[in-house]
């Protein structure tokens, strides 16, 4: 897998998981996630610790790299650029 489609991976999750909060969130008719009470509140702290959790992951998948000229390639199969610094698609 590449570093690209595991970043592709984890905005779907994170897009999924928002997306989920908010339609509980209406379902319950809750105006802000800060009133839920008992088992909503509970699953609400879960899912912003899961949000936290997944957006540090993304953070440490994004290269800090400036894909210096000389570690640039053609991947032989797709022919598209990457670094071979970091693996990232160019």
């Not at 999750?13 to 009470?37: G, R, S, V």
């Not at 957006?55 to 650029?81: A, F, G, M, Y």
Request: aromatic fraction near 8%.
């Amino acid at each position: 897998m590449t570093v690209k489609k595991a970043l592709e991976i984890v905005d779907w999750w994170i897009d999924t998981k928002h997306k989920i909060m908010e339609h509980l969130k209406n379902e319950w008719h809750y105006k802000t996630f800060e009133e839920a009470t008992g088992v909503a509140k509970m699953i609400f702290d879960m899912d912003k610790v899961h949000l936290e959790n997944l957006q540090k992951i993304r953070k440490e998948l994004v290269p800090n790299c400036k894909h210096p000229k000389e570690d640039r390639d053609l991947d032989p199969s797709t022919r598209k650029p990457y670094c071979m610094a970091c693996n990232w698609d160019l």
